[in-house]
């Protein structure tokens, strides 16, 4: 396995500009999450796919937010018009469902200052 | 309240001291427990894994479940430097992991 891979690292943007961020997940995995992380905070759950339907969105997820599956492959997630409480890390884990003690692998995660 | 709380620290520990972790929660439909470590700027690894009350040991890690207490416990023996992270509990409702629920994390320093 290669990980969980999330690009880019980091991304600095001016409030307001729309950013977009990328995850590879491991490469069987059919279950692909989206979570939030501020500092002092554990990670919050945004949404999560299998395949490439989206089957659950928090209520984190505000408009502003779009994520895409497509393929069933890799991910996107877009943030629209960013404020600058959207600063965070934004982390991406995949899964691989029925396999019982089904576990979370994470990437290094996407770190957005909103300025 | 919040469904998962846990000490955010920081906790100090001498190398070699064996390190106690907590987190209580009030959900009782939480059925299965993580235990996560993260270390500065790294996205969180799995550490342990369980769905039962008791004992779960992996080399110097060993995960305690209560639920009749809803309190979960990570406790590392021999700690060495390299432990130093943060250590975040995270509970599930179902089987699989859609929408696992974190504590704030812990932050541990193990000094040589």
């Known amino acids: 396995d290669t990980g969980v891979s999330q690009d880019p690292r980091h991304k600095i943007t001016k409030r307001g500009q729309n950013v977009t961020f990328r995850c590879d997940p491991i490469s069987e995995h059919n279950r692909l999450y989206w979570y939030r992380q501020t500092l002092g905070q554990g990670p919050e759950f945004l949404t999560y796919f299998q395949n490439e339907a989206q089957l659950e969105k928090s209520r984190l997820l505000s408009d502003r937010f779009s994520a895409e599956r497509p393929k069933g492959s890799f991910s996107t997630l877009e943030i629209q018009r960013t404020e600058q409480g959207d600063s965070a890390m934004y982390l991406c884990?995949?899964?691989?469902?029925?396999?019982?003690?089904?576990?979370?692998?994470f990437g290094s995660g996407t770190q957005l200052s909103v300025l | 309240q919040k469904e998962v709380e846990q000490d955010p620290g920081p906790l100090s520990v001498p190398e070699g001291a064996i390190v106690s972790l907590n987190c209580t929660y009030s959900n009782s439909a939480f059925q299965y427990f993580m235990w996560y470590r993260q270390y500065s700027r790294k996205g969180p690894e799995l550490l342990m894994y369980?769905?039962?009350?008791g004992n779960k040991e992996d080399g110097r890690f060993t995960a305690q479940v209560d639920k009749s207490s809803k309190y979960i416990s990570l406790f590392i023996r021999d700690s060495q430097p390299s432990d130093s992270a943060t250590y975040l509990c995270?509970?599930?409702?179902?089987?699989?992991?859609?929408?696992?629920?974190f504590g704030k994390g812990t932050k541990l320093t193990v000094n040589p």
């Open positions: 995270a509970m599930t409702t179902q089987g699989g992991s859609e929408k696992l629920v």
């Open positions: 369980t769905y039962s009350s």
């Open positions: 884990a995949s899964s691989h469902s029925g396999r019982g003690n089904e576990k979370l692998f």
